[in-house]
Each structure stands twice: as structure tokens, then as C-alpha cells.
């Protein structure tokens, strides 16, 4: 099974979301994806984040709170099965592999229309036709985009103009991560989250600290170096060093 | 010598710049039986060098794809599109009528701006209507020019759309998670 | 199955936008019997709709001359609709019944008569009473034919102001070129 990872180049530009890569892991796998093993692909997809971690690139959220979900599953399907476990793991590896069929399948299906034989390009209409006037229909013309894209127009000229804001102070990854690790350079005991985060009055900033933290200390934890605790839903997360 | 009627129907689809459905060569030929005489332009000329070809109800002539290496020499083609363009067209073609939230849901990401922008732009997908649920969604479908465009007779004719729909590729997720966990506990 | 040099020959001539000579035919088709080609195709059209015929050195097809009356060809051509023409029928369609009043505090500038003048003659906009404030202006609606020109069911088809932003057709030049670069940031 490793030995098919590296064939896969880690290239960040290229993946259009964690679905995206999962299809292109599981089509790797050449096997029908009504035959995929959910639990061999989750742990290609794992190997991928891992490795790209190593190489210390920066990957998109969206594909770590992926990987969190696919751990989550990896260990649901591994556990004993008991009848009553809501939700039923069973039912989320298939929801996902329906997905990965119905995005597979939309792919292909676009190539084929792509492949058509394409007025323009394949197939052409007579160069220079003489027209028809037909005096009955009006001679004005306007296609609905026109209309549409006029109002459009018109609406942002004449709204009141709205600033917004297009970046927000962020907090990256990386940056959380290091900032976490100089903090644990420093023996701790179990400390509230929050305590990791940069004093700052900016609220948008500190939730985007807390989150990137939060991913930052799922990361170590999953390293071995740090261990983590929450005693209820919605209850604080306490954070330590593993000696 | 042609049939005078066949001669009038093929002389204005030759004529015409845009495709014609029969009611609008009727509008410029007076009555006849402008089926049949399309079906006969059709026999004649088909293995010609341009045939007559229908796209949903409308009609037009165009070379004979076998010949395209001739003519596509010194002509730019159509645009290439983006890979989101292009899913989010298939999208709603195969699944038609078809809101943002299920394009969304089927590509696991968001759409980008521009991107239907792109297509509706192209005459290839219009808006078509609200869906009666909450937040009543905008939902889009595909356009005559579509079918003209990929040289499609009709939906139907969408690649492989009646194996997606055999297999239930093309029903929503959650009936096709409910119908399978029915099967795996029959088989129990 | 008509021969195919020929049947190359008449695909060339069918999509130029100019007629030919035969030197330019045998620069697309290759090495060939184009003369000939030409006598065969004319001869094959022959009591057709559309004929082949010869000007000078140039070949090309037209429509049979006899059969012109069908196509009523004084061409003046569709015309496109003025900007002014299309912001005010959208400000129409989008808040009606308006007032001329409405549409220029909404477009930030006046409206000259021939404006509307173009709309109600194109039957796409109608008079729609007097609204009960002093002056009694006059107000403007849609007609049910321009829910049939631009293909709608009805008024409440078109994409609301959510749908446009989110389609990219609310942005201002400047915002356009901030979101592509955003955009690109996105997709790392």
C-alpha cells in the first residue's frame, strides 16, 4: 500500500477541495469505486496529510478538519462493532464512497461532453448565410444574460456602497503550530486552550487564533507530544505536555 | 427536380443563421408537411459533405464531424472552460433542474464566483425557476444552445445518462444511502 | 455514399464566409480533383434549395434565387438594445410597477422619452396606471412577452440580488480583479 503513495505527487495548487484528492487517491487505487475499500483509502489519505506535514507545507484547512473526520471514522470501523453506535460507521464510509461516486461520475461525464463533436471546433454552420427576416418578431434584441448582468450593474452603481473587508487578520497554521511548541518548551500542567493564545483585541483574530490552535494541538497530539481533554460538550479544552 | 415544397424548407433552414424549429420554417414556407420534408433533407443528404441535423426542436445544417481535421485549421475554437466550469455543467445538465447547494453538495466545495457566470454567459444554462423549500433556491437548468453547442438531439442523449440513472448515480445521496442500508440488512 | 473528395470538397465550401477559388479549395481538401468536384457538386444541386454557383474564379453556395421571396431579404438586422434600454427594462422588471421617477433614482440618471419609447414599442414593457401621489405619475410594468422573450415563467424566475452577487454580477471592475486574485488564494 505505500508503495503506491509516492506516485501520487504532493502538489497543493492542484486538489479542489478534500474530495477532490480522495477521488484522485481512490482512482489510483484502479479499481471500480463500487469495490473501494473506504478503510484502505482513508489510510492513503492520512499517509498523503502526513507526508505533506513532513514537507512542512502548508495544507488548507479544509483538508486537515478531512482528516480529523477520516481518523475519526479509520477507528470507528476498526472498534468492535456495537448495533446501537449512532452515528453508524458503516453508514458514513458508504455516504462517503456514494459521494466519491457521484463526483467521479460528474467528472467523467463532463470529459464526454467535452469530447463532443463542438460547433466551432468540430462541426460548423454555414459561413455566410443570407438570413432570415422574419417581420412578424421584433427587430430589438437582448438575451436574458444582458438583462440580468444590466441589473447587476446597475445595483452595485446605485447600492449603497458596502466595504468588505476581503482578508481578515488570520492566524496561519505554521504559525500557531510554533507558537504552541515555544510554549511547551516550558513543562506544563493542563492549561485552558485559550492560554495559548496571542493577547490581542481584535475578536476576529483570536477566533481565528483558537481555531488554528485548536488544529495546531490536534497535530502535536496526534505526534505523541501533547495529550488533550475536554470533560463535556462545549466544555473548556485543557492541553499538557507529554513528558 | 426536388419536390417544390421540400426545395422552399431546405432553402430557408440553408438561409437561416440561427437553427429553426418547424413551426418558424412554416412561418416563412405557408403549410405543408414540414416533418416530412425534413425527414427527406435529412435522407438526402446524409453521407453529404454538410447534413441536416436536429438539436431538441430545432434544425440546422452542419458539416459532417468525420471532416473537422479540413476545417478547423487557422480557426479558434471555443474557449477551453475551467475544470469547476466544466463539473458544474455537467452537473446541471445530468441532474437538471438544479440549485447552487446541489451543485455544491456533489463537488464538495464551493462554487467560485464566475463560474456559473461563465456558463449562463455562454447561453448554456439559464435560471429555471425557484425550488419550493426553504430559503426558495435559485435553480438552473440547460438551454437550446446547449443541445446546438454539443451536438446533443435531445437530454436523453447525454452520455451515458441512462447508466448514471440505472446505477442511481443521479438520485439525491440521501435515497441512495437509505435503499443500500435497506439491501445490507435483507442480505443480514 | 457520395464520393469523398467531393463530399470534403463541399464541406469547405459550405463553411467558408467567402467564396473560393479552387486553388484556396485545394489548400484545405489536398491534392485532388477539384474541377471536377466542382462540376459534380453543381451538377448534383441542381433544382436543390441551395445551388452551387460560380462568380468569376470564386465558388460558392446561395440560397436558389427564385426561392428569395421566402426569405424576405431587406436585412436590416436585429438591433441590440441600448444600454439605457436594457438597465431601465431590467429596473422595470425587477421593482414594478416603476415610475420613470424610480428608474432614475435607481440608475443615478435621467432617462430620455425615447427610452421607454424603445421598450413599449419592442412589447416588452406596458403603462400599468397612475400611482396615487401628487403628479399621478405614470407607472411602467412587464408584458407577458418579455417573460416569452427571455424565456421566463415568471417574474419571480429572476435571480435575486443573493444570486447575483454569488454569479460575480455585482462587482464593480475593481472588485472583480481583487476577487480573482482571492480566488487564486483559495484554491492553495
Given at each position: 500500500m505505500d508503495a503506491d503513495i509516492p506516485a501520487l505527487t504532493i502538489e497543493l495548487d492542484g486538489w479542489e477541495g478534500p474530495l477532490d484528492l480522495l477521488l484522485s487517491l481512490a482512482r489510483a487505487q484502479k479499481v471500480d469505486l463500487r469495490q473501494l475499500s473506504i478503510l484502505s483509502l482513508v489510510e492513503q489519505y492520512l499517509a498523503w496529510i502526513d507526508r505533506a506535514a513532513t514537507l512542512r507545507l502548508e495544507l488548507a484547512a479544509d483538508l486537515l478538519v478531512m482528516a480529523a473526520w477520516l481518523a475519526y471514522l479509520k477507528s470507528a470501523l476498526l472498534l468492535p462493532r456495537t448495533p446501537d453506535m449512532d452515528p453508524d460507521p458503516e453508514e458514513l464510509a458508504l455516504r462517503l464512497q456514494l459521494r466519491l461516486e457521484r463526483l467521479g461520475a460528474m467528472r467523467e461525464a463532463g470529459a464526454q461532453l467535452m469530447a463532443r463533436d463542438r460547433i466551432g471546433r468540430d462541426v460548423f454552420r454555414r459561413g455566410d448565410p443570407e438570413g432570415l427576416d422574419s417581420i412578424r418578431t421584433t427587430a430589438w434584441q437582448a438575451g436574458l444574460y444582458d438583462l440580468i448582468a444590466a441589473y447587476g450593474r446597475v445595483s452595485a452603481r446605485s447600492r449603497p456602497v458596502l466595504h468588505v473587508v476581503a482578508t481578515r487578520p488570520v492566524m496561519t497554521l505554521d504559525e500557531a503550530l510554533r507558537r504552541v511548541e515555544q510554549l511547551l518548551g516550558s513543562p506544563i500542567e493542563w492549561t485552558a486552550i485559550e492560554r495559548f493564545l496571542p493577547v490581542d483585541?481584535?475578536?476576529?483574530?483570536?477566533?481565528?487564533?483558537?481555531?488554528?490552535?485548536?488544529?495546531?494541538?490536534?497535530?502535536?497530539?496526534?505526534?505523541?507530544?501533547?495529550?488533550?481533554?475536554?470533560d463535556a460538550p462545549f466544555a473548556p479544552i485543557d492541553v499538557r505536555r507529554i513528558a | 427536380m426536388t419536390d417544390p415544397f421540400v426545395r422552399a424548407v431546405e432553402a430557408v433552414l440553408f438561409a437561416s443563421e440561427t437553427p429553426l424549429t418547424p413551426a418558424q420554417v412554416r412561418a416563412h414556407v405557408g403549410e405543408g408537411d414540414v416533418a416530412g420534408a425534413l425527414r427527406t433533407i435529412e435522407r438526402t443528404q446524409a453521407g453529404r459533405g454538410f447534413v441536416l441535423v436536429r438539436r431538441g426542436d430545432h434544425w440546422h445544417f452542419e458539416t459532417a464531424p468525420d471532416l473537422a481535421h479540413l476545417l478547423r485549421r487557422e480557426r479558434a475554437g471555443p474557449r477551453p472552460l475551467s475544470r469547476a466550469a466544466i463539473e458544474t455543467l455537467a452537473i446541471i445538465a445530468y441532474h437538471e433542474p438544479a440549485t447552487r447547494a446541489d451543485i455544491e453538495s456533489i463537488r464538495g466545495v464551493q462554487i467560485s464566483k464566475g463560474t456559473i457566470d461563465v456558463l449562463l454567459e455562454a447561453g448554456w444554462v439559464r435560471p429555471a425557476g425557484r425550488r419550493e423549500v426553504p430559503g426558495r433556491p435559485l435553480t438552473y437548468a440547460t438551454t437550446p444552445s446547449f443541445l446546438d453547442h454539443f451536438g446533443l438531439t435531445s437530454r436523453r442523449d447525454l452520455p451515458g445518462i441512462d447508466d448514471l440513472r440505472a446505477a442511481g448515480l443521479l438520485d439525491p445521496i440521501d435515497d441512495a444511502v437509505a435503499s443500500a442500508l435497506e439491501s445490507r440488512d435483507d442480505s443480514d
Amino acid at each position: 500500500m505505500d508503495a503506491d503513495i509516492p506516485a501520487l505527487t504532493i502538489e497543493l495548487d492542484g486538489w479542489e477541495g478534500p474530495l477532490d484528492l480522495l477521488l484522485s487517491l481512490a482512482r489510483a487505487q484502479k479499481v471500480d469505486l463500487r469495490q473501494l475499500s473506504i478503510l484502505s483509502l482513508v489510510e492513503q489519505y492520512l499517509a498523503w496529510i502526513d507526508r505533506a506535514a513532513t514537507l512542512r507545507l502548508e495544507l488548507a484547512a479544509d483538508l486537515l478538519v478531512m482528516a480529523a473526520w477520516l481518523a475519526y471514522l479509520k477507528s470507528a470501523l476498526l472498534l468492535p462493532r456495537t448495533p446501537d453506535m449512532d452515528p453508524d460507521p458503516e453508514e458514513l464510509a458508504l455516504r462517503l464512497q456514494l459521494r466519491l461516486e457521484r463526483l467521479g461520475a460528474m467528472r467523467e461525464a463532463g470529459a464526454q461532453l467535452m469530447a463532443r463533436d463542438r460547433i466551432g471546433r468540430d462541426v460548423f454552420r454555414r459561413g455566410d448565410p443570407e438570413g432570415l427576416d422574419s417581420i412578424r418578431t421584433t427587430a430589438w434584441q437582448a438575451g436574458l444574460y444582458d438583462l440580468i448582468a444590466a441589473y447587476g450593474r446597475v445595483s452595485a452603481r446605485s447600492r449603497p456602497v458596502l466595504h468588505v473587508v476581503a482578508t481578515r487578520p488570520v492566524m496561519t497554521l505554521d504559525e500557531a503550530l510554533r507558537r504552541v511548541e515555544q510554549l511547551l518548551g516550558s513543562p506544563i500542567e493542563w492549561t485552558a486552550i485559550e492560554r495559548f493564545l496571542p493577547v490581542d483585541r481584535d475578536a476576529l483574530f483570536r477566533r481565528s487564533a483558537l481555531a488554528s490552535t485548536f488544529v495546531a494541538t490536534l497535530e502535536l497530539a496526534r505526534q505523541g507530544r501533547v495529550e488533550l481533554r475536554q470533560d463535556a460538550p462545549f466544555a473548556p479544552i485543557d492541553v499538557r505536555r507529554i513528558a | 427536380m426536388t419536390d417544390p415544397f421540400v426545395r422552399a424548407v431546405e432553402a430557408v433552414l440553408f438561409a437561416s443563421e440561427t437553427p429553426l424549429t418547424p413551426a418558424q420554417v412554416r412561418a416563412h414556407v405557408g403549410e405543408g408537411d414540414v416533418a416530412g420534408a425534413l425527414r427527406t433533407i435529412e435522407r438526402t443528404q446524409a453521407g453529404r459533405g454538410f447534413v441536416l441535423v436536429r438539436r431538441g426542436d430545432h434544425w440546422h445544417f452542419e458539416t459532417a464531424p468525420d471532416l473537422a481535421h479540413l476545417l478547423r485549421r487557422e480557426r479558434a475554437g471555443p474557449r477551453p472552460l475551467s475544470r469547476a466550469a466544466i463539473e458544474t455543467l455537467a452537473i446541471i445538465a445530468y441532474h437538471e433542474p438544479a440549485t447552487r447547494a446541489d451543485i455544491e453538495s456533489i463537488r464538495g466545495v464551493q462554487i467560485s464566483k464566475g463560474t456559473i457566470d461563465v456558463l449562463l454567459e455562454a447561453g448554456w444554462v439559464r435560471p429555471a425557476g425557484r425550488r419550493e423549500v426553504p430559503g426558495r433556491p435559485l435553480t438552473y437548468a440547460t438551454t437550446p444552445s446547449f443541445l446546438d453547442h454539443f451536438g446533443l438531439t435531445s437530454r436523453r442523449d447525454l452520455p451515458g445518462i441512462d447508466d448514471l440513472r440505472a446505477a442511481g448515480l443521479l438520485d439525491p445521496i440521501d435515497d441512495a444511502v437509505a435503499s443500500a442500508l435497506e439491501s445490507r440488512d435483507d442480505s443480514d
